[in-house]
């Protein structure tokens, strides 16, 4: 019985893992430029929704600037989006391009502490 077991999940696992051989990994998005990458955001319309800094609105588009996800997590969601935005195919916007993009928004300083706003602090 073990034998027959162990046969069919050889059986069932070689075929799997001759096919993962045969796919040749994704290629390493290449470094981003921030410079670029802000030329790019306002051009392709992305300052539309999130905003001139990547700031977000909850009408618009979440927060961009110095974002959480890693770069490949943001390509994902820039290709394959998970809500209202629509998707950016590599077509559109290049992976260099989208790099890009994510180096502008790594680069932009963080948000203000309530308590150094002064118009918050009246």
Known sequence: ???RVLACALALAFPLAARAQQQPPAP???????????????????????????QGSRGTGPRLARTQLPLDAFLQQLRQPSFEMPPYEAA??????AANIYAFLQSLPPPLAGKDIPLLNQ
């Not at 921030?34 to 990547?54: R, S």
């Not at 559109?92 to 391009?97: R, T």
Request: some cysteine; glycine content about 16%; proline content about 8%.
């Open 92 to 97: 559109v916007i290049p992976d260099q391009d």
């Open 28 to 54: 390493p998005v290449p470094a981003g430029d921030a410079a670029k990458g802000k030329a790019t955001y306002v051009t392709d319309g992305c300052v539309e929704c999130h905003g001139g800094v990547g």
């Open 1 to 3: 019985m073990r034998v």
